[in-house]
């Protein structure tokens, strides 16, 4: 199956600065979403995007589909972006398959 | 509509107990996903339905574990026979033909 490789696997920030979180898959897919998952368990939708590029207030995201990768970007973080993010792809009809994440940390 | 909702969020069990999940998806959304998390790892996979038909099972899905989505609204897994390495969190989504999946807030199994 499709392998989904996320990094840095812990991240450690003071509130403040910026960060970018890196997902690599290795197969072509049709569907990729960034989630963060809360200290409650449930996975948020940050973005569903299968290419291009999006922004929602301090958060952004980029795939380049065909180079197999995609980016978010996290600016001005604040304690409560602590979590973790995971990205999830999509291959034709089939399911999600989630990387193993990354824990990100914001220290005030 | 108040997005995908599962029943119980936490549920306690003694080993050798059945117990059973019930997901509720978003209205109008056809697909219903399946994942089970455990400590420190992603979500894995376990199940599919499009409306009522499951289309595909995860090997991790063994003969203790069914699910079933009648007349392709909401829908239940059903653990027998728990064992200790059942314990995780167990996730539901649901999306509208594969597009963007949304999940609920999860059942947290323990087995004792």
């Known amino acids: 199956g499709i392998q989904v490789e996320q990094s840095p696997p812990d991240l450690i920030l003071q509130e403040g600065a910026n960060s970018t979180l890196r997902c690599n898959f290795s197969?072509?897919?049709?569907?990729l979403q960034w989630f963060h998952q809360n200290p409650w368990g449930q996975l948020i939708n940050l973005f569903y995007?299968?290419?291009g590029t999006k922004q929602n207030g301090r958060l952004s995201a980029t795939t380049v589909a065909t180079e197999r990768y995609s980016l978010l970007y996290i600016s001005s973080s604040q304690t409560t972006d602590s979590g973790v993010y995971f990205c999830a792809v999509q291959t034709g009809a089939n399911n999600l398959f989630f990387g193993t994440g990354t824990r990100l940390t914001v220290i005030p | 509509d108040t997005g995908v909702s599962q029943d119980p969020r936490h549920k306690i069990t003694k080993r050798g107990q059945n117990v059973t999940f019930r997901c509720d998806p978003i209205s109008e959304h056809n697909r219903l996903y399946w994942y089970r998390q455990t400590l420190g790892q992603g979500p894995e996979f376990l199940t599919y339905f499009q409306n009522e038909a499951q289309l595909e099972k995860s090997r991790l899905l063994s003969d203790r574990f069914s699910a079933e989505r009648p007349k392709g609204s909401f829908s239940t897994l059903e653990i027998q026979r728990t064992e200790q390495g059942d314990s995780a969190m167990y996730l539901c989504?649901?999306?509208?033909?594969?597009?963007?999946?949304?999940f609920g807030q999860g059942t947290r199994l323990t087995v004792v």
């Open positions: 995007i299968p290419s």
């Open positions: 197969d072509s897919v049709n569907n």
């Open positions: 989504a649901s999306s509208l033909r594969g597009a963007e999946a949304f």
